[in-house]
């Protein structure tokens, strides 16, 4: 076992994971454990973005803006953006913070390491830790080690995803939905290649459904769709990765269990699907079989789905969410659900992540809250009643790539540790038992 693993970069929890794409050559720079990507993951061998000389960004923490010069000389500032990957806000090049190397399912999670091993514990019932077997582990296990990944995501527990060093697709555990993209419905109890194309940046699962961002800007989405999901204008589920129109004009997308939100190139949001308790923030309850604009705003940095709520970021901070909030897991001091976005308090954060029926967020001081179901981690004292605004967790003011699982999360520290908290169930906070933890503790690699 490795002493303290660093990871390069932590990612999304639960049921989805960020999409980020960036053109070929082109990648937006920054601390690769904390803000930014490509750029400095991809020099360490890491990250699936190439590092590039067009433009430089640094961090986004609190939604700080990068420093992008435009290519060529005179195009726009909007076009800059563009190249890098970036959300253009007021002429200006902004991201949020991206972590794609660890993804949390609902027991279960699978982190990459520096030097592209892949780690998996936890729940094991459908394969989804690709080690060969149903068996759960209850400390990070290394998963095919023939194969360097650059980016990791999960689906409800049940699937895993992710993204080669090479850009090859792999897929594996549960495939009721034909979530694996491999054209069938049959379970892998290892990572199998989706297709043989070398030219995939990031992957994000929802619950039965799943997309891909290529290198040239489109996203592929595929299995289940029955609420309209993945974006196609029908309710038809696709077993192999389907393109999905006009979504070059994306950066980002997220998943949650029956709908997808994804992040504008102008900082517009987005979102399609599944609808009926307001989880596309568009003021009804009606579905989407195709991407709707949430309000008319162009200044979002960040749209994350969770299991049936959504949560997102404005430049400067300010936190929004609404959807599903029978456990407060929306932060806004009761249970009632929200069609539309609704501003979390007045305190600024730099990320938020979205777990199955609870929220944690950095705050741009780099301390840790959360809000929602008390069992996942969002109170001190595990029998605690669930709190329905942001809580803190510690002390630490050094936490940053925050994912949310189902019934646990996870975060890295300073120097790149990892540290998980909530229900220990099939040894998914990595200790060694089942033992559930309130606050952070230290997983060994």
Not at 200 to 221: E, K, M, N
Not at 257 to 284: E, F, I, M, P, V
Not at 439 to 445: I, K, R
């Amino acid at each position: 076992m490795l002493a303290s693993a660093t990871a390069l970069v932590l990612a999304l929890g639960c049921d989805h994971v960020d999409i980020l794409v960036l053109r070929p050559n082109m990648a937006a720079g920054g601390n690769a454990t904390q803000g930014g990507v490509g750029g400095t993951t991809a020099a360490t061998g890491g990250g699936p973005a190439e590092a590039g000389t067009t433009a430089e960004a640094g961090t986004a923490a609190g939604g700080g803006v990068g420093d992008a010069g435009a290519p060529n000389g005179g195009a726009s500032p909007c076009d800059a953006c563009t190249l890098v990957g970036q959300t253009c806000v007021n002429s200006v090049c902004v991201s949020a913070p991206e972590h794609p190397f660890l993804a949390a399912g609902v027991a279960s999670n699978c982190m990459i390491v520096v030097g592209g091993s892949l780690y998996c514990w936890g729940r094991n019932l459908s394969a989804e830790l690709g080690v060969g077997d149903t068996d759960q582990r209850l400390t990070p296990t290394a998963v095919f080690a023939q194969q360097q990944f650059a980016q990791v995501s999960s689906a409800a527990g049940e699937a895993y995803c992710g993204v080669g060093t090479d850009r090859a697709l792999w897929c594996w555990g549960g495939n009721d939905n034909g979530v694996l993209g491999l054209g069938d419905r049959t379970t892998r109890k290892i990572p199998t290649r989706v297709g043989t194309d070398n030219d995939w940046q990031r992957s994000a699962l929802g619950s039965g459904h799943a997309c891909a961002g290529r290198v040239d800007g489109t996203f592929w989405c595929w299995g289940r769709n029955d609420f309209g999901q993945l974006g196609l204008g029908d309710l038809t589920d696709r077993l192999t990765p389907v393109v999905v129109g006009g979504s070059e004009r994306f950066t980002k997308l997220s998943l949650g269990w029956g709908h997808t939100c994804a992040l504008g190139r102008d900082g517009s949001a987005w979102c399609w699907g599944k609808n009926d308790l307001g989880q596309l923030g568009l003021a009804d309850t009606a579905q989407r079989l195709e991407p709707a604009q949430v309000g008319t705003e162009h200044n979002w940095i960040s749209v994350e789905a969770g299991g049936q709520h959504t949560c997102a970021l404005k430049q400067g901070g300010a936190l929004y969410c609404w959807g599903s909030n029978p456990d407060g897991e929306l932060g806004l001091e009761d249970h009632d659900n929200r069609a539309q976005p609704t501003r979390v308090g007045t305190a600024t954060f730099r990320e938020v992540s979205l777990g199955a029926w609870h929220t944690c967020a950095v705050k741009s001081d780099g301390s840790l809250w959360c809000f929602g179901q008390s069992s996942s981690g969002t109170r001190e004292r595990e029998d605690a009643s669930d709190v329905a605004v942001p809580t803190r967790l510690g002390t630490g003011t050094d936490f940053h790539g925050v994912a949310a699982g189902g019934d646990q999360s996870c975060a890295l520290r300073a120097g790149g540790a990892l540290w998980c908290w909530g229900l220990g169930s099939f040894g998914a906070l990595g200790q060694g038992n089942e033992d559930p933890h309130p606050l952070p503790v230290e997983v060994q690699f």
